[in-house]
T-cell receptor
Framework: AQTVTQSQPEMSVQEAETVTLSCTYD???????LFWYKQPPSRQMILVIR??????QNATENRFSVNFQKAAKSFSLKISDSQLGDAAMYFC?????????FGIGTKLQVIP | DTEVTQTPKHLVMGMTNKKSLKCEQH?????MYWYKQKAKKPPELMFV???????INESVPSRFSPECPNSSLLNLHLHALQPEDSALYLC??????????????FGPGTRLLVL
């Protein structure tokens, strides 16, 4: 079984600043991935970044990076140089084969 | 190309109607998924098809009937729905390599309103 906890229902960040969204998880899988998905008001769920649990190096995609602490079961997302288009609901997720468990999401507001 | 398409974008139906949602991908993915998402909530898994066979049914009421005619298409047939079934229905797909967790790619969703 997997659980994903996002403890920040809403966050805000000033444009061009950096923000970190937190996520903790629990899983019985020995080999797993972790994901951050973004869902703007237009509603399409878009993959932001993923991390393979067996890799120690933190994943990075342009302005998005993660801080993966396997022992602590923590998987936070850092957004640098925030842009207005980053405003969205962000879901942290993990899971087993064919089943993904999502957290409840963090709504990110970007202030111009 | 990581595109999953869904039609229609919006659907309004009465409780006695029969309608279908359609999902399509051409990425060669062999697993396809239906999720239901209520406002301000995460997606909830409904069905998983793997190699055109139903592999997971999360105890979804029979008024929802999935169908996978081929590896690129996934339908969700709707009949005698209830107002509480109003939601965003998301389709997703993934490669489907046995035993491995994979990235799921989502479509834009169909916003369903049941009157």
């Amino acid at each position: 079984a997997q659980t994903v906890t996002q403890s920040q229902p809403e966050m805000s960040v000033q444009e061009a600043e950096t923000v970190t969204l937190s996520c903790t998880y629990d899983t019985s899988e020995s080999d797993y991935y972790l994901f951050w998905y973004k869902q703007p008001p237009s509603r399409q769920m878009i993959l932001v970044i993923r991390q393979e649990a067996y890799k120690q190096q933190n994943a990075t995609e342009n302005r998005f990076s993660v801080n993966f602490q396997k022992a602590a079961k923590s998987f936070s997302l850092k957004i640098s140089d925030s842009q207005l288009g980053d405003a969205a609901m962000y879901f942290c997720a993990t899971g087993g084969y064919q089943k993904v468990t999502f957290g409840i999401g963090t709504k990110l507001q970007v202030i111009p | 190309d990581t595109e999953v398409t869904q039609t229609p974008k919006h659907l309004v139906m009465g409780m006695t109607n029969k309608k279908s949602l359609k999902c399509e991908q051409h990425m060669g993915h062999r697993a396809m998924y239906w999720y239901k998402q209520k406002a301000k909530k995460p997606p909830e898994l409904m069905f998983v098809y793997s190699y055109e066979k139903l592999s997971i049914n999360e105890s979804v009421p029979s008024r929802f009937s999935p169908e996978c005619p081929n590896s690129s298409l996934l339908n969700l047939h709707l009949h005698a729905l209830q107002p509480e079934d109003s939601a965003l229905y998301l389709c997703a797909s993934s490669l489907s390599i046995a035993g491995r967790q994979e990235t799921q790619y989502f479509g834009p969703g169909t916003r369903l309103l049941v009157l």
